[in-house]
């Protein structure tokens, strides 16, 4: 059984910043790409950052220049440090990884509860 449990969400102001934090556990044999979506409310959840085992990264156009993902391969754990926020970033944020669970099978995407991130003054 594998888990993604995030933290860091909570109430900002406009311009102020947060960091997220996302821990994987349980049956782990490797975990391939990470990233953080959000789905804000009435809307589709969207990608807004990825990075792989190797520390290539992609982002959302909302994202480039303000968030910035990173991970820990030996802690497998992803974080994504979000500044100059705005409202509009105002979303559940979660936690995606692709994970095998052990070497006879593929990865499998698991995702975690979600944490809210409320930018609003």
């Known amino acids: 059984q594998v888990q993604l449990v995030e933290s860091g969400g909570g109430l900002v102001q406009p311009g102020g910043s947060l960091r997220l934090s996302c821990a994987a556990s349980g049956s782990i044999f490797e975990i391939y790409v990470m990233g953080w979506y959000r789905q804000a409310p009435g809307k589709q959840r969207e990608l807004v950052a990825v990075i792989t085992s190797s520390g290539s990264t992609n982002y959302a156009d909302s994202a480039k220049g303000r968030f910035t993902i990173s991970r820990d391969n030996a802690k497998n754990t992803v974080d994504l440090q979000m500044n100059s926020l705005k409202p509009e970033d105002t979303a559940v944020y979660y936690c995606?990884?692709?994970?095998?669970?052990?070497?006879?099978?593929?990865?499998?995407?698991?995702w975690g509860k979600g944490t809210l991130v409320t930018v609003s003054s």
């Open positions: 995606n990884a692709n994970i095998a669970p052990d070497p006879r099978r593929y990865g499998m995407d698991y």
